[in-house]
Antibody, heavy 116, light 110 residues
Framework: VQLVESGGGLVQPGGSLRLSCAASGFGFSNSWMHWVRQGPGKGLVWVAYINSDESTTTYADSVKGRFTISRDNAKNTVYLQMSSLRVEDTGVYYC??????????WGQGTLVTVSS | QSALTQPRSVSGSPGQSVTISCTGTNSDVGGYNDVSWYQQHPGKAPKLMIYDVTKRSSGVPDRLSGSKSGNTASLTISGLQADDEADYYCCSFAGSFTWVFGGGTKLTVL
């Protein structure tokens, strides 16, 4: 199982960014996926979930209406479109695979910094 | 979506046992057996250690064990080793396809 995130970087408050996560080594099209973030020196926070056919997506209250999770099963890739970014959105964003309602496999993360 | 409650830190000497608690509500920990534990070393991605409350992930030694009573889950590490020093996080399914993590516990091996 390999999950490789990309797309992080420095963005100003109010700006947008799209993260990508390329998956390999497992049946991606049948897998549920998550995004989890970790602020600097802080704990893990669940951010978003998407099921295998994109029919169900859910979000943490803190990002609802600002972030959108999506996937392209043909490209084995899951995305996180982030808009109206705030300073408190700063952190490492991990892509993760679900197995049986639990987060099983993790990528190495991509750093998002929201600052003016 | 309130975070599960974990002690900020625990410590123990090599060879000793420590237990880390994770307290939620009957809407998350108490309502489902989808409770997992993760180990995270500094600068690294989290690693699944325990899932379904009590099951060890592949390669995890039987020195680690999980349990649950009511709204509180627990991770016990026996025979502490230096490499066990890390941050530990619990996570629970919270219904309606949402999940919640604990605030994390820093384990120090004295």
């Amino acid at each position: 199982v390999q999950l490789v995130e990309s797309g992080g970087g420095l963005v100003q408050p109010g700006g947008s960014l799209r993260l990508s996560c390329a998956a390999s080594g497992f049946g991606f099209s049948n897998s549920w996926m998550h995004w989890v973030r970790q602020g600097p020196g802080k704990g893990l926070v669940w951010v978003a979930y998407i099921n295998s056919d994109e029919s169900t997506t859910t979000y943490a209250d803190s990002v609802k209406g600002r972030f959108t999770i999506s996937r392209d099963n043909a490209k084995n890739t899951v995305y996180l479109q982030m808009s109206s970014l705030r300073v408190e959105d700063t952190g490492v964003y991990y892509c993760a695979r679900d197995y049986g309602y639990e987060i099983q496999d993790w990528g190495q993360g991509t750093l998002v910094t929201v600052s003016s | 979506q309130s975070a599960l409650t974990q002690p900020r830190s625990v410590s123990g000497s090599p060879g000793q046992s420590v237990t880390i608690s994770c307290t939620g509500t009957n809407s998350d920990v108490g309502g489902y057996n989808d409770v997992s534990w993760y180990q995270q070393h500094p600068g690294k991605a989290p690693k699944l250690m325990i899932y379904d409350v009590t099951k060890r992930s592949s390669g995890v030694p039987d020195r680690l064990s999980g349990s649950k009573s009511g709204n509180t889950a627990s991770l016990t590490i026996s025979g502490l080793q230096a490499d066990d020093e890390a941050d530990y996080y619990c996570c629970s399914f919270a219904g309606s396809f949402t999940w919640v993590f604990g605030g994390g516990t820093k384990l120090t091996v004295l």
